[in-house]
């Protein structure tokens, strides 16, 4: 399966296919930007994040993948589904992303902004763990 689709600007053209690789182009010459690669299996699915920095993609090895355009590196690898992701989508203000696979689940995934906005997550999600000299102070040792 191939996928092509243009970014909200109508400058690039990004092309996913059954090779293991995504493809970015100029979209008036054709002329190849990029090839990013790094799935295991077909990718089938291609999104633009509202912002245009950032590319989501769904692969047949049962993950999503979010790409930094400008470096090519993968930021995220979004894994936990069972089986193939078939859909990979932005929400509209960019602060989440939605999967969809075979398995006949959604996931929804927070898109943090910056390193901080993670540990600010993290911390309410993880209870803070006491320092030796904390648990001393507090008398828990």
Do not use: C
């Amino acid at each position: 399966m191939n996928r092509a689709i243009f970014d909200s600007a109508g400058r690039r053209v990004v092309t996913v296919s059954d090779d293991k690789t995504i493809r970015l182009w100029k979209a008036n010459t054709g002329e190849p930007l990029a090839q990013l690669e790094g799935h295991q299996n077909s990718v089938v699915d291609v999104n633009f994040s509202p912002s245009g920095q950032y590319l989501l993609t769904a692969s047949r090895d049962n993950t999503a993948r979010l790409w930094h355009i400008d470096s090519g590196k993968v930021i995220a690898i979004l894994s936990g589904h069972e089986t193939a992701v078939t859909q990979a989508i932005f929400s509209p203000d960019g602060q989440h992303i939605f999967t969809a696979s075979e398995d006949k689940t959604v996931r929804r995934w927070p898109v943090f902004a910056a390193t901080q906005a993670l540990i600010d997550y993290a911390h309410i999600l993880v209870p803070g763990q006491l320092m030796p000299t904390q648990r001393q102070q507090f008398y828990l040792d």
